[in-house]
């Protein structure tokens, strides 16, 4: 059965800021470089190697993948952040509160310029399907974002079982996988830093 490692990127300036960051990048602070170098030692104690690694065409997802790893990689636009229109770059203080069938930020963005929160999971899983499809994939590494990793998660995964089984949803966690029949199974959450 193949494995699917599925990372949010480390902590960035608008992390600390608390700006919306979706489309608009920043760079990691030193805590987030920290953070993902913490990530590839804990990677190399396990013996843990990848086929392939991947990531959106994001900055601050590429430079986590870089400092996780020397390994060539592949950036993909069909694993970037939700687009949040006009509230990019914003106070996330303006975010709306969440739709309370969705679980999510819903259509809103959409009139502002933005993705709605469907589009980004249609995009998301298209885009991990086909990764993992690929011949010789059998575990891959993927970073990508919080919104995006959200959505992917609500695929796959009721709202109760991530609240009971997603218990830590910060930078640099990840998600891990099981892919088989162009189905995803959620193993469990991988937090470095409590491991």
């Given amino acids: 059965m193949k494995e699917l490692y599925l990372m949010r990127h480390s902590q960035t300036l608008f992390n ?32 843990l190697t990848f086929d392939h690694a991947y990531s959106s065409t994001q900055e601050r997802a590429c430079d986590t ?11 993909l636009k069909g694993l970037k952040e939700w687009n949040f229109g006009v509230f990019e770059g ?15 930020y819903g259509d809103f963005f959409l009139q502002y310029g933005g993705e709605s929160d469907l589009q980004v999971q249609q995009r998301m899983n298209e885009t ?6 690929k011949p010789d ?16 998660l609500q ?8 609240q009971q089984r997603v218990t830590d949803f910060h930078n640099c966690c990840i998600l891990k996988f099981t892919f088989e029949d162009n189905k995803f199974s959620f193993v469990k959450t991988l937090n470095v830093k409590k491991i």
Avoid at 65 to 75: A, N, W
Avoid at 94 to 102: G, T
């Fill in 16 to 47: 600390q800021l608390h700006r919306i960051q979706g489309a608009s990048d920043s760079p990691l602070t030193q805590q987030g470089i920290n953070d993902a170098k913490e990530v590839g030692a804990y990677f190399k104690q396990q013996g």
């Fill in 65 to 75: 993948l870089e400092c996780i790893t020397q390994q060539p990689y592949m950036r």
């Fill in 90 to 104: 914003q106070s996330e203080q303006l975010n709306p509160k969440d739709d309370s069938k969705r679980h999510s």
């Fill in 128 to 133: 991990l399907t086909e990764i993992m499809n």
């Fill in 137 to 152: 994939h059998e575990r891959v590494l993927v970073v990508s974002h919080g919104g995006a990793c959200f959505m992917f």
């Fill in 155 to 162: 695929k796959w995964l009721s709202y109760a079982e991530i």
